[in-house]
């Protein structure tokens, strides 16, 4: 999940994107599914 801010800085737009940390729980928890699947075909 990301937070988004959208403003300006003096008359530019300017948009600042975050990870929430249910967004970094979700991502670590796909990468670790990945790194799970990586092994199971190494061992092939």
Do not use: H, I
């Not at 300006?8 to 929430?20: D, E, L, S, V």
């Amino acid at each position: 999940m990301l937070w988004v801010e959208k403003g300006f800085k003096g008359k530019k737009p300017c948009t600042t994107c975050r990870a929430t940390d249910t967004g970094v729980k979700a991502f670590n928890e796909y990468v670790d599914a990945l790194k799970d699947y990586l092994s199971l075909q190494d061992r092939r």
